[in-house]
């Protein structure tokens, strides 16, 4: 098969499967909240180094049983709906710190939020599947890593559009909420 129809088969399907997880929906929050530009950064970083783990140890995760993988999945995203909803204190001082937050400071919480939303992720098992599948782990690899960086990139400008319609609360309540109905489908998913 040719490198360029791997390439566009394997873009296609991480795009398929990352654009309604929580990663994106992650990135749609800290894009609300902080610099777009520098959330990507950090976004982007998580990215790829959550790629180069799928494609070298990914099919590692194929061995924990399902019922671990999703307990765990669902766990995160409940963890994730808390730290979401959990309201400021004053909502001027948060803008105040958020305004005020720097470069390293918005890379790096975007980098550890995407991390931990990205554990157990199924794109991480399709990428490490469709690394064996092609037998070219540096053309996945590249190929996903370009996917995810596209999803973060929408979703980051995604959120900046929804705040002319929404207020930012609405968006907390909205994505704590999803977060909270993806708990729970993992959880159902555990049990079964």
């Known amino acids: 098969m040719a490198?360029?129809?791997?390439?566009?088969?394997?873009?296609?399907?991480?795009?398929?499967?990352?654009?309604?997880?929580?990663?994106?929906?992650?990135?749609l929050m800290l894009g609300t909240r902080y610099r777009p530009s520098w959330v990507f950064v950090g976004t982007a970083a998580a990215f790829a180094v959550h790629g180069v783990i799928a494609v070298a140890a990914g099919s590692l995760v194929d061995l924990f049983p399902h019922r671990?993988?999703?307990?765990?999945?669902?766990?995160?995203?409940?963890?994730?709906a808390v730290l979401i909803f959990r309201p400021d204190d004053d909502d001027d001082d948060a803008r105040l710190k958020q305004a005020g937050a720097g470069f390293w400071q918005v890379v790096t919480a975007s980098f550890a939020?995407?991390?931990?939303?990205?554990?157990?992720?199924?794109?991480?098992i399709v990428i490490a599947n469709l690394a064996a599948r092609y037998h070219s782990p540096v053309l996945v690899g590249a190929a996903s890593i370009l996917?995810?960086?596209?999803?973060?990139?929408?979703?980051?400008?995604?959120?900046r559009s929804l705040m002319r319609f929404l207020p930012l609360q609405w968006i907390t309540r909205l994505?704590?909420?999803?977060?909270?109905?993806?708990?729970?489908?993992?959880?159902?998913?555990?049990i079964r």
Not at 10 to 24: H, K, N, Q, R
Request: charged residues 10%; proline residues 3%.
């Open 3 to 27: 490198i360029l129809a791997i390439a566009a088969i394997v873009f296609g399907i991480v795009i398929g499967t990352e654009l309604p997880d929580t990663s994106g929906l992650a990135a």
């Open 68 to 80: 671990v993988v999703q307990g765990a999945v669902a766990v995160v995203f409940l963890i994730g």
């Open 113 to 124: 939020v995407i991390m931990l939303a990205e554990l157990g992720d199924p794109s991480e």
């Open 147 to 159: 996917a995810l960086w596209v999803v973060a990139a929408v979703a980051i400008s995604g959120g």
């Open 175 to 190: 994505a704590a909420a999803a977060m909270v109905i993806m708990a729970g489908l993992s959880l159902a998913e555990a």
